[in-house]
């Protein structure tokens, strides 16, 4: 999850009186956030130069991070953090976000899209903050912000690229244009020379934070641009912004700019900047509109500040808790929580709520959303714990955990390995050729290692003791896990099994350990010893499985069915893992118990 830097000291005046530590750590807790870590700006240094700890000095600013929700997007600045746990803590009321009608709507500033852009980035939405008021602080957090955006909803700029501007320094009408690199010639921000658009290319991929965007637009014969009435460049997302337009402390009119490939996306980027720095315009909470026109004469108002309604019941919100809530209380909570509510009475006697959602929360989407945020603003700890009648465990899972039991108390450590394993694992390591009826491959494997489903358990039991050569001998290990093969009367053409697998490994082959185990597992499952070709109980019989010794091994028949086998492992197999001990290993599927 996202984690956010602000200073303690701006915090505490921002939420107007201070806290110790343990206190405001309970209210992150409170409001479903977490304090992660307190440090200092200088500490941040040190670690990253690798220089010892020293002693804080007193001058050192203490720097709070701030763990949230990946999904709450308003929560990325100091602005959205600070407004959202005042509202949490009744200080201030839910804030009513406006969009500015003009006087005329031929003053209305307009962006016009020309029809290249569908070739490479097809939206953009816009908007502008009139009258804002920046000092160092509210600068800089004006600047995280964009950043944060940009690591998080935005993908690293490849669905949404943010662009601000003074819009002092530049005129409207604007145009959104993509043109060949050749054609476009500016001076990007904090550089001092106008450079043509594929020299900008070469000259940033030294560059260490930006050329990690370059890869978004290289490849295109047309790059996005945006110009103002004079054909100044505004920017050249999702790369640069043009210095002509750069912000300032200065700066009282700002322009924002959302250049996108999903247009969802860029509403709420838009909405996000627009709603967390509002709070610093002449008129707070407001914003000035912009018209944005497409090639076939459509034309589109944003930012879109409007909430959107949603009907709940309170029936459903205290289903899901498991707490009998009233319906007044239920408002009161959900309005800490940034969502305006109010209660309707039904007939049948239930109640349901007209929930109002602000466009700070673009993380509510479904009713199950207005219900957990009841949860945490009534908290987690005091919902009361109760197992759900519903809730029961699958038989297969309730006799693995008996099985494992068992196991551990006749001696054996349990092991979990990986459910993929190499191709070579699978098959070569262990003498076994594939007849292309079992093993399901993996289409395009990011790693050797992992190239298919392991069809049985052996590989990893094998790998754990060749990287535990040294450990005391005898070792004894067992898992409990899932195989998977082929099988096309399946949906998916494959099916998973559940196996138990076991080794022993020592200086001795402990064969007769292992069919004492394969005893064992058979008497606590009811299962007794009987004649060959008798279908009601178990017997074993020779076998001929390649990973095994010849003559050292067997079949496990049960009820007339073969579910596994146990032997000596062979030599070769041993060397195949470098294992210089002998080893005997036992395999039975389990779910034949059942």
């Avoid at 103002?228 to 043009?242: C, Q």
């Avoid at 090639?295 to 909430?307: A, T």
Wanted: one cysteine or more; hydrophobic letters at 40%; charged letters at 25%.
């Amino acid at each position: 999850m996202p984690t956010v830097s602000v200073g303690r000291d701006l915090l505490f005046k921002a939420l107007g009186r201070p806290y110790t530590e343990e206190e405001f750590d309970n209210l992150c807790f409170q409001f479903g956030i977490e304090l992660d870590d307190v440090t200092t700006e200088k500490a941040i240094i040190r670690k990253e130069k690798h220089i010892d700890d020293q002693v804080a000095d007193n001058d050192e600013e203490v720097i709070y991070k701030i763990e949230i929700p990946a999904n709450r997007y308003d929560l990325l600045c100091l602005e959205g953090i600070v407004q959202s746990l005042r509202i949490f803590t009744g200080l201030d009321p839910i804030p009513v976000y406006r969009v500015r009608e003009p006087i005329r709507k031929e003053s209305m500033l307009k962006m016009h899209v020309k029809p290249k852009t569908a070739e490479i980035r097809p939206y953009i939405v816009c908007a502008v903050l009139r009258g804002i008021t920046f000092d160092e602080a509210r600068y800089n957090s004006f600047i995280d912000l964009q950043d944060r955006l940009h690591q998080n909803i935005c993908r690293r700029r490849t669905l949404v690229a943010i662009g601000t501007h003074d819009l002092d320094t530049i005129e409207g009408p604007f145009t959104y244009e993509a043109l060949s690199p050749t054609d476009i010639n500016f001076v990007p921000l904090k550089q001092e020379r106008s450079f043509r658009a594929d020299e900008l290319m070469k000259f940033y991929e030294s560059d260490l934070k930006l050329k990690k965007f370059l890869h978004i637009i290289a490849e295109s014969p047309v790059f996005p641009v945006i110009y103002d009435r004079k054909r100044t460049v505004l920017s050249l997302p999702p790369i640069i912004n043009g210095a002509h337009s750069a912000i300032t402390l200065k700066t009282k009119n700002v322009f924002i700019e959302c250049t996108a490939t999903d247009l969802t996306k860029a509403k709420i980027v838009l909405n996000t900047m627009v709603t967390m720095f509002s709070l610093y315009c002449d008129n707070k909470f407001e914003a000035e509109p912009v018209e944005v026109i497409y090639p076939d004469g459509k034309s589109h108002i944003y930012p879109d500040l409007s909430s959107y309604n949603m009907e709940v019941p309170l029936s459903y919100i205290t289903g899901l808790l498991g707490v009998s809530l009233e319906a007044g209380k239920v408002a009161g909570l959900l309005n800490k929580m940034q969502l305006h509510a109010e209660p309707h009475a039904l007939p049948n006697g239930d109640h349901t709520f007209n929930v109002s959602v602000p466009p700070t929360r673009s993380d509510v989407l479904h009713p199950c959303d207005v219900a957990e945020d009841v949860a945490i603003a009534y908290g987690f700890n005091e919902i009361p714990t109760r197992k759900l009648p519903s809730l029961k465990p699958l038989a297969l899972n309730q006799f693995s955990d008996l099985i494992r039991t068992e196991i551990a108390m006749s001696g054996y450590t349990e092991v979990l390995t990986f459910i993929l394993c190499s191709y070579k694992e699978n098959f070569a390591m262990l003498n076994r050729k594939d007849d292309k009826s079992k093993a399901v491959e993996i289409g395009n494997p990011r790693s050797s290692d992992f190239e298919a489903v392991r069809t049985t358990l052996m590989p990893g039991l094998l790998k754990i003791v060749g990287q535990n050569k040294d450990h005391p001998k005898p070792i004894k290990i067992f898992e409990v896990g899932d195989i998977a093969v082929l099988d096309e009367s399946k949906d998916v053409g494959a099916t998973n099994r559940r196996q138990l697998a076991a080794l022993y490994c020592g200086a001795t082959s402990g064969f007769e350990l292992i069919h004492g185990l394969l005893d064992r597992v058979m008497e606590v499952t009811g299962t007794s010893f009987v004649k060959s070709k008798d279908t009601t109980g178990y017997y074993i019989e020779c076998s001929s499985e390649p990973e095994f010794l010849p003559g050292r091994q067997a079949s496990i028949i049960y009820k007339g069915k073969h579910i596994g086998n146990f032997g000596i492992v062979h030599p070769e197999v041993l060397r195949n893992f470098d294992i210089p001990d002998t080893c005997s290993f036992l395999e039975l599927s389990i779910e034949h118990f059942l």
